[in-house]
């Protein structure tokens, strides 16, 4: 099977679904939270006081205070990036919200941090535990490994990795959780870049290095696994003070020739007793791998912000408070300097997080359905998040479409005025939330080119689209709003809306904003209130 066959038995349609078990196996239900066993973890402080950043010093840098490399600041840039949000609970059942979005709240996503010996902690390689918010030891290597590090990079900071579980969102989502997991780790990246620039520090993607050395690098290839629940690699970054550059994508020989000859320790616990082995989810990370590349350095716009737009939230509160809309009120509008600078924000530009991770040129762009932006019609839309793509992507959409610019030197065109709500919700699995909201989204990716040439690729370009979702949801927050990821969805049926004919273009996520709604049944409890709850003896 190649990636282009995966893609396409995952497709849902009006007539067939992508495969799935059909029930909820709650039996089998994944543990939400992994752990290493054998080493006692090394528990890291909360924040005491949040840095103090505003809302557009999320994304700019200039204003951002550099912090050093200490790790009451890691374990901050941790906490703000993939640590716990809060706790929700019904009478019965009780369950844990993080900081990055996950599709069903089931977090395929693990960290894995390469540290110098800081404060009282030995260098070497830690997985972060987001419940316990502690470092849990996998290996320790001398100070002259580390020294090896820092030359090559040229720059102080800390390494960090992400790696997927396929089986969390296999178990309820079958075939298609690929896919999914991909949107999560992209999550999580632009996450990571927020989080970093709050503390004066950049998060670069080592783009060149392949799937093996990251293995390698993490002790993935001498770690017991249970069935069905390894975890598998995605990238590796490296962290260091914005103010510097960073030549490197990559790791020299002689380094991973020192981590492959590691130590490494620390059990999985196990997930499930059970698992359903989908073989589509193994062939497409096998038809995805990313072997060793050429290092690549990638230029964007230096255009400014928008400033249209402006948020009284705090960075850190912006972060903190995102949520999952379950709900809209259709009556519910955004107003247009709004919408202009969410979709602003989602334009990639050097120096501005969270996209100048140098993950890779954006081929991602925005089909909109506007149901409710003061100023602006009802109608679909289209978002350009490049201009190099413009001229094909237009060429192969339908003839009648308008393109009509909405605004001089704003990448934003109308192709056709009309009443989407029932279109927008009947492409996306006959979900409301599409359809209530103020505008909902496709996120069309110049697809077949970059991918055939590629194929890892593949997965980059579902990275992409998730980061662009936690720009989205973040930039919902900020003006008091709403948003929700959306991972169902008719992908040939968004494609004929568009006229496309083939594949050199293709939907790979949906999201939708507008005024939501309060779930009132839910109770809500701090984030770290059951390490708090425990250290008192609680039960």
């Not at 901050?76 to 009780?94: I, M």
């Not at 997927?164 to 296999?170: C, G, H, L, V, Y």
């Not at 690929?178 to 990571?192: K, M, V």
């Not at 599409?434 to 890892?456: C, H, L, T, W």
Request: charged share 20%; aromatic share 14%; net charge negative.
């Amino acid at each position: 099977m190649n990636i282009f066959d995966y893609h396409d038995a995952t497709k849902h349609h009006y007539h067939r679904s992508a495969k799935s078990l059909g029930y909820m196996d709650w039996a089998n239900q994944p543990e939400p939270f992994r752990y290493f066993q054998g080493r006692p973890p090394i528990h890291l402080p909360l924040l005491e006081k949040d840095p103090e950043a505003d809302y557009f010093d999320l994304y700019l840098r200039e204003n951002n205070t550099h912090k050093p490399f200490l790790l009451e600041n890691i374990a901050g840039f941790l906490e703000l990036s993939l640590g716990l949000s809060a706790w929700k609970s019904v009478p019965g059942s009780r369950w844990s919200l993080r900081i990055n979005p996950s599709s069903g709240n089931l977090h395929p996503t693990e960290a894995h941090l390469i540290l110098p010996s800081i404060n009282s902690i030995d260098s070497g390689v830690y997985h972060y535990n987001p419940f316990l918010h502690a470092l849990e030891p996998r290996a320790v290597f001398s100070g002259n490994l580390w020294e090896k590090i820092e030359g090559h990079f040229q720059a102080e900071g800390f390494m960090i990795a992400l790696s997927s579980i396929f089986w969390r969102e296999s178990w309820k989502y079958g075939e298609r959780a690929f896919r999914y997991c991909n949107h999560d780790a992209g999550h999580a990246l632009a996450g990571l870049s927020f989080s970093g620039n709050l503390f004066g520090w950049k998060v670069i993607c080592l783009t060149a290095l392949s799937d093996d050395n990251i293995e390698t690098l993490l002790g993935f290839d001498k770690t017991h696994w249970h069935h069905m629940e390894k975890e598998h690699p995605e990238f590796a970054c490296y962290v260091f003070a914005s103010s510097k550059n960073l030549e490197q994508q990559n790791v020299s020989e002689d380094i991973l020739k020192d981590f492959s000859e590691l130590e490494f320790f620390g059990i999985p616990n196990r997930l499930s007793q059970d698992h359903y082995h989908w073989k589509n989810i193994e062939s497409a990370n096998m038809a995805s791998k990313k072997p060793l590349t050429p290092p690549v350095q990638i230029s964007f716009d230096d255009k400014p912000l928008l400033q249209n737009a402006h948020s009284k939230l705090p960075a850190a509160k912006i972060i903190r408070q995102r949520r999952s809309a379950l709900g809209f009120d259709s009556e519910g509008s955004v107003g247009f300097d709004q919408f202009l600078a969410m979709l602003d924000k989602t334009f990639p530009r050097n120096n501005v997080a969270p996209f100048d991770t140098q993950l890779s040129f954006p081929r991602v762009h925005l089909l909109l359905f506007v149901h409710n932006v003061q100023g602006l019609n009802q109608g679909l839309y289209f978002f350009f998040r490049n201009t190099v793509d413009k001229d094909t992507l237009q060429s192969a959409t339908r003839l009648d479409f308008l393109w009509k610019p909405v605004e001089q030197d704003f990448p934003l065109y109308l192709l056709e005025e009309g009443n989407f709500r029932r279109k927008a919700a009947r492409v996306s699995c006959y979900q409301e939330i599409a359809g209530e909201s103020a505008f909902s989204m496709g996120m069309i990716a110049k697809f077949r080119d970059p991918v055939e040439k590629n194929p890892y690729l593949y997965r980059h370009l579902f990275w992409e689209t998730g980061m662009i979702g936690q720009v989205l949801y973040l930039e919902a927050e900020a003006h008091g709003f709403r948003g929700t990821g959306i991972g169902c969805f008719f992908d040939d049926a968004v494609h004929d809306i568009l006229g496309f004919s083939d594949n050199q273009f293709q939907s790979l996520y949906h999201f939708t904003i507008g005024k939501y709604f309060e779930d009132r049944r839910l109770n809500t409890l701090p984030p770290y209130y059951h390490i708090e709850h425990n250290r008192a003896g609680g039960d």
